[in-house]
């Protein structure tokens, strides 16, 4: 099912969509694509950065029990991939939350809504809020189908490596929408790909630690949250734009 232009609806309906998406993707994971020993939950988000038990167990997540896709027989592909390589010496100084057993947090799955960028200071909060879950060790999966903005003029991906790496990174003419999966700790490495309205979202990796992923699914559960999402607002989402008519 291709992606489509959230832009024509209001942010309550996409926060609509959004929890029935985080939902059908936690359902996902727990119905076998984790391995067994690791369980999804989706978590409210409060305005805390992040759960607690990320503070005090996030750096044992690269020592987790073998499970899913290993890295080294099978490397996750996309069009970019960065990875820093300097030690991060700063982190020395509703989201879907994968854990192993009841404690110790793998991984943060964190659907980008129209709130997160309103602001110059609601798109500090989250940029602030991925590096410290990178910096304490955790994996993280961001899903942006919102184009950037004056305060992420190159994207959402663009605005949180620049807390890493000063680097360039231009997104395709035509695919101004993100989505990257990160793996946490004192070397950052990021996976990213460029996806526009139209496109069919790709199955990057959900990294369980820094050898180990499983494939994410995001195009099942979209298509799932879609055949919920109330008939009126998908009409309003697939209404033909002023250009096409």
């Not at 879907?96 to 404690?103: E, P």
């Not at 999966?181 to 790709?202: H, M, N, Q, R």
């Not at 099942?220 to 002023?242: H, I, K, M, N, R």
């Amino acid at each position: 099912m291709p992606i489509h232009d959230w832009t024509r609806v209001q942010a309550g309906d996409f926060h609509h969509f959004h929890q029935c998406w985080a939902v059908a993707m936690g359902s996902a994971l727990n119905r076998g694509l984790l391995p067994p020993g690791y369980l999804a939950m989706v978590e409210q988000v409060t305005g805390r950065p992040i759960p607690d038990v990320v503070t005090l167990q996030g750096r044992e997540t690269q020592e987790a029990p073998e499970g899913g896709i290993a890295v080294a027989v099978a490397p996750p592909a996309a069009r970019v991939i960065s990875r820093l390589e300097r030690i991060n010496y700063a982190k020395r100084a509703d989201r879907i939350v994968i854990r192993h057993g009841r404690g110790q947090v793998v991984a943060i799955i964190e659907i980008v809504s129209p709130g997160n960028k309103e602001s110059r200071h609601a798109l500090r909060s989250f940029v602030e809020k991925a590096a410290e879950i990178l910096n304490q060790g955790v994996n993280l999966f961001i899903v942006d189908l919102f184009p950037p903005t004056p305060r992420d003029p190159h994207g959402i991906h663009k605005a949180i490596w620049d807390e890493f790496a000063d680097e360039p990174f231009d997104q395709p003419e035509g695919k101004p929408l993100i989505v990257a999966s990160y793996i946490g700790g004192e070397t950052p490495t990021a996976y990213v790909e460029s996806v526009g309205v139209g496109d069919e979202l790709p199955a990057l990796p959900i990294f369980l630690s820094e050898t180990r992923y499983i494939p994410a699914p995001l195009e099942a559960t979209y298509q799932q949250a879609w055949a919920d999402f109330p008939a009126v607002l998908q009409g309003l989402v697939e209404e033909p734009s002023a250009e096409s008519r």
